[in-house]
């Protein structure tokens, strides 16, 4: 189980969360293309694939086999745990 | 040098020639019975001197756990150029084919990914014409 505020600390990773919230339910093949045209992010495949295992360890992708190929969703669930931590409240007077 | 053929493992030789040729909408080229299977290509009616595609059995051992595994991480094992992917996207849709990718701009060109029903998946393209784009490559 990786910490949600590990996961998030990583520019490719939190694109990669960019994009899964742009279009939900992308293969690693249409992670990759659109991290490489679109983003200038040309990792390896591999790279790739393993920040997609942080992130599933942390809880914020989850994966869906569909035929015969694996889908990436991303679930935001885990990033409740942050504004429960710090709830955003108002400034008390002295 | 030129590519005059290129080929896919296709899990059967003739549903693969209907998927090609009815849905696809190639030409077959060459059907000549080699033992139990077929030296068996199609052409695009759009070139018909062109490349061919061959359409493989996939009978061998290496086949299956090299097809699973680039299926599962959704990559493509050809590429197909059209001229408007939204009308081959709604076409082939209204026929059946599932798309792994709908349509995605990716900046110089629109792509999408469809399951060949034959064990492949398969990339449409469409370059953009734009002027905006022309010097992007």
Redesign the interface.
């Known amino acids: 189980m990786v910490d949600v505020f590990r996961a998030l600390d990583d520019e490719t990773r939190r694109t990669i969360l960019d994009e899964l919230s742009m279009r939900d339910g992308q293969t690693l093949f249409e992670i990759c293309s659109t991290l490489t045209m679109r983003h200038g992010l040309s990792h390896s495949r591999q790279a790739i694939s393993q920040h997609l295992g942080v992130l599933e360890s942390a809880g914020l992708v989850e994966t869906e086999r569909r035929g015969r190929s694996k889908f990436h969703y991303f679930n935001p669930e885990p990033l409740a745990a942050i504004t429960n931590r710090w709830p955003t409240r108002k400034r008390t007077e002295p | 040098m030129k590519i005059a053929l290129t080929s896919l493992f296709v899990d059967d030789q003739r549903a693969a020639l209907a998927f090609y040729t009815d849905v696809l909408g190639f030409t077959k080229r060459h059907d000549i019975p080699l033992g139990d299977d077929f030296w068996l290509t199609v052409v695009s009616p759009e070139s018909p001197d062109g490349p061919e595609l061959l359409l493989e059995p996939s009978g061998h051992p290496a086949v299956k756990p090299y097809r699973?595994a680039l299926?599962?991480?959704?990559?493509?094992l050809a590429q197909f150029a059209v001229e408007d992917i939204e009308a081959e996207h709604a076409r082939l849709t209204s026929k059946g084919v599932?798309f792994?990718?709908p349509p995605?701009d990716?900046?110089n060109a629109v792509?999408a990914?469809f399951?060949d029903t034959c064990g492949n998946?398969i990339q449409l393209i469409e370059m953009k014409r734009d002027e905006n784009h022309a010097d992007a490559r």
């Open positions: 699973d299926a599962e991480d959704g990559i493509p599932v792994t990718q995605t990716i900046g792509v990914v399951d998946l």
